[in-house]
């Protein structure tokens, strides 16, 4: 029995997950980023460990989402993005598990403020996952003023709910009130005295590209694109410090084991610019890899990681081999006193590699990845992408892509013909990998147990 399992904590932590939506790798000042600074995230990496090499599961965000909160492969969560781009994407079943419902079921207080995006539908609500509060809306963006859903080739819809019901708060930052409604909620949570989970999935810096003028004022020196950026990312940076600062204030942070990651690499799409124009945004960055969001390449998946935890995990930590955001559901329920391996879950418990300095859990396992006819997995040092993609809807770039990230972590370079027994290994793993989602996406979600992501929240 692994250590972290040995007894249940006298005292059981809190949990927080901080989830930012289309960031780069390269988007915080910790990862890089020399242009704006983002002090509260990189306090939070220096409380605990920072991960050079975190993954999303998946390029964009509904399946992307579905992985962290279920601990699975999103296609063993029943959530994929089977064609180009996540509007294919369909809602969470509801007799999957996920955080929020293991750690209720565990005694824990449970909420959401922020983005949801993983089915409007009833049945794959919030509220239909464990969540006992909750606040935010539940398309894949808004209008960060109005929380109006301008996208989707239909009417205009409105799309701000708490705890079920429509509410309005027309020309409120949406960014700021996700901070206020958290704030709250870990004030009321720390009066109860009861363990809790808060899941904060920030929409920022999704498109449209909104930020108040204090934020924007900032940056006046840099590009367009790059200025709104930087705003956007300070402003999700000042909501983290003041969950933070209330986590001390109401003396839990020592217990509170927070979670920070991206959904997904940056944008490049051209709805970004808010003008009509055709060409790429260029306002966030990758930071040297390659690809971005909708790619199975490194820049569309390896994203900003940062775990903390005060009491356990030691602090000033640079983290390097593979993580993922599957592993954060049974580092989570380790961390509580249960089994870590409960029900099913493709991730790994961390704790033994972030507080006791194993290795890391997929040092030398396959990590894989889907999107659209894209498929990708990484062994040790090994990366192949099959059939990659950089531009959303566009041929593949190449059909075998095959990298050594100890050597060349922006996939520069395809070695497929000076490895061709590596390439065939990890090949055959892939698609066996593969066609065991594809079966049981055939055989079990699509028997009408998933419900779509699209329509008016009803």
């Known amino acids: 029995m692994p250590a972290s399992l040995a007894r249940r904590p006298e005292r059981r932590p809190n949990f927080v997950v901080f989830l930012t939506d289309d960031q780069g790798y390269g988007d915080l000042s910790c990862m890089g980023a020399t242009d704006f600074r983002t002090p509260h995230l990189d306090a939070l990496a220096a409380r605990g460990a920072r991960f050079t090499e975190w993954y999303a599961n998946s390029p964009v965000c509904s399946p992307s989402r579905a992985a962290l909160l279920t601990g699975r492969y999103p296609g063993n969560a029943g959530v994929r993005a089977i064609l180009a781009g996540h509007r294919t994407a369909s809602g969470l079943p509801r007799q999957v598990p996920t955080i929020a419902s293991a750690l209720r079921d565990l005694g824990y207080r449970t909420a959401m403020c922020g983005k949801w995006h993983l089915g409007l539908a009833a049945g794959s609500r919030p509220h239909d996952h464990g969540f006992d509060q909750w606040f935010g809306f539940m398309a894949g963006c808004i209008d960060y003023y109005s929380h109006i859903f301008y996208w989707g080739g239909h009417d205009p819809l409105h799309d701000l709910w708490e705890n079920g019901r429509e509410v309005y708060a027309n020309g409120r930052y949406f960014t700021e009130m996700v901070a206020e409604r958290a704030v709250a909620y870990v004030r009321d949570a720390a009066r109860r005295s009861e363990p809790f989970f808060l899941y904060v999935p920030f929409n920022a810096p999704h498109y449209p590209l909104h930020a108040p003028a204090e934020y924007v004022d900032r940056f006046r020196d840099l590009p367009p694109d790059r200025r709104i950026m930087a705003a956007m990312l300070s402003a999700v940076d000042d909501a983290v410090g003041r969950i933070v600062a209330e986590l001390q204030r109401q003396g839990v942070l020592e217990d509170t084991c927070i979670f920070f990651q991206s959904d997904n690499g940056p944008s490049r799409e051209t709805r970004n610019w808010l003008d009509g124009r055709r060409d790429p945004y260029y306002g966030g960055t ?35 081999g593979a993580g993922a955001a599957m592993d954060i559901f049974p580092t989570f329920l380790a961390a509580a006193g249960d089994d870590p391996s409960r029900g099913e879950v493709d991730g790994a418990d961390l704790l033994p590699w972030v507080v006791q300095g194993g290795p890391p859990p997929h040092a030398d396992q396959c990590v894989f990845w889907e999107m659209g006819q894209q498929t990708a997995v990484r062994r040790g040092r090994w990366k192949l992408v099959l059939n990659g993609q950089l531009v959303e809807g566009a041929p593949p770039e190449d059909a075998v892509h095959l990298s050594d990230l100890a050597e060349d972590m922006g996939e520069r370079g395809n070695l497929q013909h000076d490895h061709p027994d590596i390439v065939a290994e990890l090949r055959s793993a892939a698609e066996a990998w593969r066609a065991g989602i594809e079966a049981r996406w055939v055989g079990e979600w699509q028997k009408g147990q998933a419900t779509g992501t699209t329509g008016r929240p009803a």
Request: aromatic share 8%; charged share 15%.
């Open 286 to 320: 990758a930071g040297g890899l390659k690809g971005h969001k909708f790619s199975l390449y490194e820049g569309g998946i390896r994203v900003p990681g940062i775990l903390s935890w005060p009491a356990r995990i030691p602090a000033g930590q640079v983290l390097h």
